[in-house]
Structure formats: C-alpha cells, structure tokens
C-alpha cells in the first residue's frame, strides 16, 4: 500500500486535514471540529505509518502526542522557517495543502518534537519566569503608590526587611492604603509559588550532568542553567555550537545575491528564553576571563550591545560543549582562549 501524506491545518477549535499521495494527488479534504476522536478518525483514514506534518502553533501538544500513539510519522512545520511564498489568497484548505506538499517534496522546516517529560519541565520553568515577570508588575504598582504620594523608597529592594518596615509605617487614604495591601498581599503569594517552583525544578535536575556543569560558567546560576537545560533539551540534535547559536537565533541574518553580501542584526528566531538566559548570564560581569576580553575588545570597536551579544553567544558556545560533555573542560585549560 502506497504511504500517504497528510497535512493538518490545527486551530483551537476546527482544523482542516489533507491527505495526499507521493505523487501530489488529492486523496480527501475534510474539515473537523476538534476533538481527539475525530482527528484520530480522519489520519486514520490513511492507512498505517502515514507521514504526517502539523505546523507548531497554539495547543499543539495533544495532537502530536495522539498522532504519535496511532503509529504515524508526525512533523512539526517551523512557524517561520518555511517559505509560504506571496499568496493573493489565505485559507485553512491553502495552510494545509502547502504543509502537505512542503513535506512531501523534502522541504520542510521541521522543528523538534519535545518529549512530554521534556515538555513538562519546560512548562515549570517558563511558569517561573511568568510568574517572576509578573511579580515585578506588581512591585512596580508599589512604587507607583509611594510616588504619587511623594514618599522616597528608603531601601533598593523595598520587600525586604528594611523596606518592608517603611511599608507598614505608610499613612495613606484608604483606597491607596487597600491597594497597597492588596498588591503587597499578591507578592507574598508570588514569592511562595516561585520559591515551591525553584525547588521542584531542582529536583528534577539533580541526576543531569550538564545542569551541573554549566553551573560552573561564570554568571550562569540555577535559574538560567534550567533554562537552558530545559529550552535546548536534547544537544545531541546539534552537530556543532555554531547550529545551536543559530537555532537559538544568535547570529546574524545573511542576505546574498550575486556579489552582494549582506549581514544584519541577529535572527531572533528561536527560543527566547534561551537568548534571555545567555544575554542575562554575561550582562552583569561579562562573564569568566575567556568572554570577558572579547567582551572589551568588541565593545571599543561596534558598541557594547553588540559586545554583549557576542558574549552571550561564547556563553552558548561553553553551554553546548557542557551539556555535551558533562563538563567544561575550557574552564580547567589555561590555555582556552
């Protein structure tokens, strides 16, 4: 029985599945409304093993996990990775027949297909960040309050000790006063879930090798070092440091054309959070010796927001041999350079 090719158009609540032959030939198109039955009937329609491609959009999850437990060969399509041309005219039915004939053809952008327990920790650890990113919001509001009632922070971390006291010891009218208290209230649980977080993400990795190791890179502490463990997963999908610096959109956009070169600015173009993690372990020291004379010497020549990059993308270089390796052993040679 010849293989099929089925291309699926997933949304959150209806998607649009395709089936084709090798030869590009329409075999069925049908519209579904979501559910893990009626997806599981349609790819079914295909007989055993068909190759099967979904882009990686909002919900993806339970669709590739289903899929996967039917036998079939499932693709994830890059979001931005594949060249969807300049179409006069957008549709579900289009988005799902261009997937198909993408696979088909060998030109597909894939992206990697996490494990679950791969995933699952990935959802802690951006969960954290999430809830870290909401708790500045809410100290933010706190300052706002002091502001517009002129009262001076005594202390740089005003939920400490010290600032803590000056919160107690404000008088204000009463709206401001219960907001204050409202906001005050909601960090305290912030802090609670982040710290019961830190300690569950901890666990997880305490067997992992590399978590351990990179630790040892100047800059790079738990939080970031899960971040990166947990967002790059398996580095054996990466043949070298240049492809993981490229997957995690660290180096620059190149354009060619006949005798004409041109290199930009950086993609951007993969998982933020690892180029936040990077970008945050050199931000404050720059950091071990390694990066931080490259740091210097790019920063006189092009500016230090180019040298950070640049040392964030040495980081990631030390990060891919450390998840490799188990270890860094640059950072036991005085000859690393």
């Known amino acids: 029985m010849e293989r099929e090719y ?66 079939a060969h499932v693709h994830l399509a890059h979001p931005l990775g594949n060249n969807w041309g300049n179409r006069r005219v957008k549709n579900d039915e289009r988005d799902a027949a261009d997937l198909v004939d993408l696979l088909r053809r060998g030109r597909l952008a894939e992206s990697w297909i996490a494990p679950p327990e791969v995933r699952e920790l990935r959802e802690l650890v951006r969960y954290r960040h999430k809830l870290v990113r909401l708790r500045a919001g809410l100290k933010a509001q706190v300052h706002a ?27 204000l009218p009463d709206a401001y006063a219960r907001r204050l208290a409202s906001l005050r209230a909601m960090v305290k649980t912030f ?9 569950t993400i901890a666990s997880s990795l305490a067997n ?35 492809r ?13 054309s006949d005798t004409k070169v041109h290199r930009g600015s950086i993609t951007k173009q993969g998982s933020r959070l690892v180029r936040w993690a990077a970008v945050e372990a050199v931000s404050k020291n720059h950091g071990d010796d390694m990066i ?12 230090r927001n180019i040298a950070k990059v640049a040392a964030a993308r040495k980081l990631l270089t030390l990060v891919y041999y450390g998840l490799r390796d188990g270890e860094v052993r640059c950072l036991a040679s005085s000859a690393c350079g």
Not at 27 to 40: G, Q, Y
Not at 191 to 199: Q, Y
């Open 244 to 256: 993981l610096c490229s997957w995690a959109g660290m180096t620059p956009r190149h354009r060619e």
């Open 191 to 199: 802090d609670t879930d982040i710290v019961e977080l830190d300690r």
């Open 145 to 171: 309050v002091m502001g517009k009632h002129g009262v001076l922070p005594d202390r740089v971390d005003m939920f400490g000790p010290g600032g803590t006291a000056q919160l107690d010891a404000l008088d």
């Open 6 to 71: 089925v291309g699926i158009d997933l949304h959150r609540r209806r998607s649009v599945i395709i089936r084709k032959n090798a030869a590009g030939e329409l075999i069925s198109k049908v519209h579904i409304d979501n559910s893990p039955e009626t997806l599981a009937a349609a790819v079914a329609a295909a007989g055993p093993e068909p190759e099967v491609v979904v882009e990686a959009t909002f919900g993806w999850y339970w669709a590739v996990d289903l899929l996967q437990e039917m036998g």
């Open 208 to 242: 992992h090798r590399g978590y351990h190791a990179i630790q040892k890179l100047n800059g790079v502490g738990p939080i970031v070092a899960a971040v990166l463990v947990t967002e790059i997963g398996d580095i054996g999908r990466f043949p070298s440091p240049d």
């Open 292 to 303: 931080k004379s490259a740091y210097r010497r790019i920063a006189e020549r092009r500016g």
